[in-house]
């Protein structure tokens, strides 16, 4: 094993290290409740300025390097971030109060999703190579021969995502979609786990040295607040934007990305409540069993997850109130957990209190017993569908183990609750026979809100496989035909790109008539690995 890496605080500039800003900050053990002992330095313009000038000159040589250079990249990737072995699960726990299996679990994530991307350049169909060829003596007029393909966008700047400091981070889903794509990649890094982006960061420099990749592939920037994310959005040679995190971040970058001279796209993944309709042949049945699987949902990881449950929607019965008696005793036979950071905690406490605070809300469930600092008490309100339809208060995202049973008058008054939701990533039917064929409007209604439904499951677990939507209506995120999840996330750091009459031996491997890349291409209407 390498030996310990010392974590500087510095920023990583391609593979300098750079310190010259005064201004420093530290990031916060939530278990311990206190600050960690390095300091680090937030990027300054002038480094934020060099890292994407370098960044720019990388493109021009990163674009042009092949799937399998680029896969081995991604692989070298991993591999180093296996070699970190111990020192970043610790790392990684002390910055996010998040267990040492939930850190493993993630780091196998990202492994998986860094070899994923691997697999799929080193392929390399990714591309959709699509040819029509030319007709010259076609009338009334010759056809050109035509031929398209992806190519990518330029540098990408990747936010990390407070609730994955792993998965959705410096080296998470948006960063390797982006590197296989042909995209440089600058993570702005998430001021609460800086010291598990430093060391993931020297991991993917390490790596990029290795399979000489350009310098300026990859780059890592500190910073304590918003400052140093809106510089880099606003710099014009910053070509996309990935993001995970709130509805509020995720707008105010979207609308800066908006109001450039040349606007980019941000593909950014924000909140969500995730409804859940439980429908009463289901609560009949087996509601007892329902009541615990989601006291666990809504639990899980101190609810801190994007696909968190925090809507729970079933028609006025017995046996709903009984549902909701029993979710109110399992939810507080569990034990409480701590949550990322002191203000994750009073962001939830806060919001918590303003719904509870909100007229006809009754709390169903409040864990009572005094708790260490940080540590989120999971709470159950429940409400009538009415007051939910006029009171948007209660469509709101409450970050945490909290969930809203909204009681409906009838399945007329479901579906109008449903259709006035706003977009979210998840939604979620649990049904029994007939449920389902009995309540379509609301179903129906379900689909036009969410990018994926659960059927008689828990929205929370999100499969890294090429099926895998992660992304919904809006505000789930800011455009609805992406996913932030699996192979195809890739597709948003891509633009196509067609050749016209162009020479056989000037067109990329990719699309001249030999293949010697044996990718799966669309010719003249058929999909075909044979040469033209």
């Known amino acids: 094993k390498n030996k310990k890496i010392m974590i500087t605080g510095k920023n990583y500039i391609g593979n300098k290290q750079s310190a010259s800003s005064s201004k420093t900050y530290y990031t916060f053990n939530p278990q311990l409740n206190v600050a960690n002992k390095t300091v680090f330095y937030e990027a300054n313009a002038d480094e934020i ?29 991993a591999d180093e971030i ?75 700047v990747v936010f990390g995502a407070s609730n994955f400091p792993l998965a959705y981070s410096t080296a998470g889903g948006d960063t390797a979609a982006a590197l296989a794509a042909g995209c440089p990649v600058i993570v702005k890094s998430h001021p609460m786990h800086s010291g598990t982006g430093e060391l993931v960061a020297s991991a993917i420099i390490k790596a990029a040295e290795k399979t000489r990749m350009p310098n300026g592939v990859f780059s890592n920037l500190n910073s304590s607040g918003i400052e140093v994310g809106v510089q880099l959005v606003k710099h014009p040679k910053v070509k996309a934007v990935g993001f995970t995190g709130s509805i509020k971040g995720g707008r105010a970058l979207f609308d800066l990305a908006g109001q450039r001279e040349e606007p980019i796209p941000v593909f950014a993944e924000m909140g969500s409540i995730n409804p859940v309709v439980i429908l009463p042949k289901a609560l009949e049945l087996k509601g007892a069993y329902w009541a615990k699987t989601y006291a666990g949902s809504i639990t899980l990881g101190a609810g801190q997850f994007c696909t968190n449950p925090g809507l729970l929607l079933g028609i006025k019965s017995s046996a709903l109130t009984e549902f909701i008696k029993n979710l109110a005793q399992e ?32 709390v169903a469930a409040d864990y009572s017993p005094v708790l260490n600092k940080n540590y989120a008490k999971q709470a159950v309100t429940t409400v009538d569908g009415a007051t939910f339809l006029r009171n948007t208060t209660l469509h709101q995202e409450v970050f945490g183990p909290y ?51 659960i059927f008689n499951g828990v929205p929370t677990g999100v499969e890294v496989c090429p099926a895998m939507q992660h992304g919904g209506p809006y505000p789930a995120s800011t455009d609805s035909r992406f996913t932030a999840v699996g192979i195809h996330s890739i597709k948003r750091w891509i633009r196509p790109f067609a050749f016209q ?31 033209i």
């Open 49 to 77: 300025n060099e890292a994407v000038e370098l960044s720019a000159n990388a493109y021009e040589v990163f674009r042009n390097i092949s799937g399998i250079r680029k896969a081995e990249f991604l692989n070298a990737i």
């Open 82 to 156: 296996l070699e970190l072995d111990d020192e970043l699960i610790q790392m990684y726990s002390a910055e996010s109060g998040l267990p040492e299996g939930r850190a493993k679990g993630e780091r196998g994530r990202t492994i998986g999703q860094l070899r994923m991307f691997a697999d799929l350049v080193s392929e390399g169909s990714w591309v959709e190579a699509t040819i029509d060829t030319g007709m010259p003596d076609k009338e009334p007029a010759p056809k050109p021969d035509l031929r398209k393909m992806m190519v990518p966008l330029g540098t990408v």
């Open 331 to 362: 939810i507080i036979k569990i034990d409480p957990t701590c949550m990322l950071h002191p203000n994750i905690y009073n962001a939830y406490k806060k919001n918590k209190e303003k719904a509870i605070s909100q007229s006809n809300v009754q």
């Open 403 to 453: 969930s809203m049973v909204v009681q409906c008058e009838n399945a007329k008054e479901l579906t109008a609750i449903i259709t006035k939701l706003e977009g979210q990533l998840t939604g979620t039917i649990i049904a029994e026979r007939d449920d389902a064929a009995n309540h379509s409007d609301a179903i129906n209604a379900l689909k036009h809100r969410v990018g994926r439904m």
């Open 501 to 531: 009459d162009w020479p056989n031996d000037l067109l990329p491997p990719e699309l001249n008539n030999e293949n010697s890349l044996q990718i799966s291409r669309l010719v003249n209407g058929k999909q075909t690995t044979n040469p």
